[in-house]
């Protein structure tokens, strides 16, 4: 028995909505970093994990992660799922180990890694405190 609120087809469409790219969060560390004239790239093709934000003069990437899908640990991504729990817990602990191998083999590579977790962003001085991250892996 299925607690879903919502038919197969209707769940599939929903699903279907779900941004692997260009999120809220997303454009908003862009926005965040075009105004602080931090040049970077999107996409990271041909760098592991594909990060979402790559600084190259820098040797910088930025990942922005979503907390319950990549299994923060914040009362939104510690949450459980109510549907196919078996299913969407091992799909996040399998995000998780493909996050950990990214930042391993990037930092293997010589880049320096920032993740920005989509709870970060509704702190007030968030803006402030990412561009100073950036700038000071810069100088690191």
Not at 4 to 27: H, I, L, W, Y
Not at 28 to 56: C, E, N, S, W
Not at 57 to 68: E, I, K, M, S, W
Request: glycine letters at 10%; proline letters at 4%.
């Amino acid at each position: 028995m299925t607690t879903d609120v919502f038919s197969p087809e209707q769940r599939s469409a929903v699903m279907r909505r779900v941004k692997g790219r260009d999120t809220g969060p997303e454009r908003t560390v862009r926005r965040i970093l075009r105004a602080a004239g931090i040049g970077y790239r999107l996409g990271g093709q041909g760098l592991p994990g594909r990060p979402d934000v790559v600084m190259k003069g820098r040797r910088t990437a930025l990942f922005v992660h979503g907390c319950f899908w990549h299994g923060h640990d914040c009362p939104r991504g510690a949450r459980k799922p109510k549907a196919n729990a078996d299913y969407w817990l091992a799909k996040i602990a399998r995000n998780r180990a493909r996050d950990d191998r990214a930042v391993a083999d990037l930092a293997a590579a010589g880049w320096r890694v920032l993740i920005v977790w989509e709870c970060e962003m509704r702190a007030a001085a968030f803006a402030e405190r990412l561009v100073a991250r950036v700038r000071d892996q810069a100088a690191a």
